[in-house]
C-alpha cells in the first residue's frame, strides 16, 4: 500500500510563510486526488486543499487566496504553499490519499505548523 509523508513544518511568524511537502512511496497517479487536511488543538482534523489526478484543485474558504497546492508527479510529491500565514492555521498538517468521498488512506504524523509572534 502506497504511504504518504509529511514535511516541511516549522515556527513561524504571523504573514510568513511555508511549503509543505507530501511525498508518496508509489505513483501519486493511482489515487483520484491528495489531499491537505489541518487539525488545530481542540478542534476536528478538516481539509484545508485537494488536488485531483486531472489538476483541479479545492480549497478550503479559510485558506482561499493564501494558500496553494501543487503536484510533482516525477516526484511523488503534493506540495501546500502557505502565504500569510496567521496564528489560526496553527495546526497539524496531514496529506492523505482521496477517492470521489474522501480520505481513503490510514493518517500519518502529520506535519506541526505553529504560527505566533
Known amino acids: 500500500q502506497v504511504q504518504l509523508v509529511e514535511s516541511g513544518g516549522g515556527l513561524v511568524q504571523p504573514g510568513g510563510s511555508l511549503r509543505l511537502s507530501c511525498t508518496a512511496s508509489?505513483?501519486?497517479?493511482?489515487?483520484?486526488?491528495v489531499g491537505w487536511y489541518r487539525q488545530a488543538p481542540g478542534k476536528q482534523r478538516e481539509l484545508a486543499a485537494r488536488?485531483?489526478?486531472?489538476?483541479?484543485?479545492y480549497y478550503a474558504d479559510s485558506v482561499k487566496g493564501r494558500f496553494t497546492i501543487s503536484r510533482d508527479n516525477a516526484k511523488n510529491t503534493v506540495y501546500l504553499q502557505m502565504n500569510s500565514l496567521q496564528p489560526e492555521d496553527t495546526a497539524v498538517y496531514y496529506c492523505?490519499?482521496?477517492?470521489?468521498?474522501?480520505?481513503?488512506?490510514?493518517w500519518g504524523q502529520g506535519t506541526q505548523v505553529t504560527v505566533s509572534s
Open positions: 508509489g505513483s501519486i497517479g493511482s489515487f483520484y486526488g
Open positions: 488536488i485531483t489526478r486531472s489538476g483541479s484543485t
Open positions: 492523505n490519499m482521496e477517492n470521489l468521498f474522501g480520505a481513503i488512506g490510514s
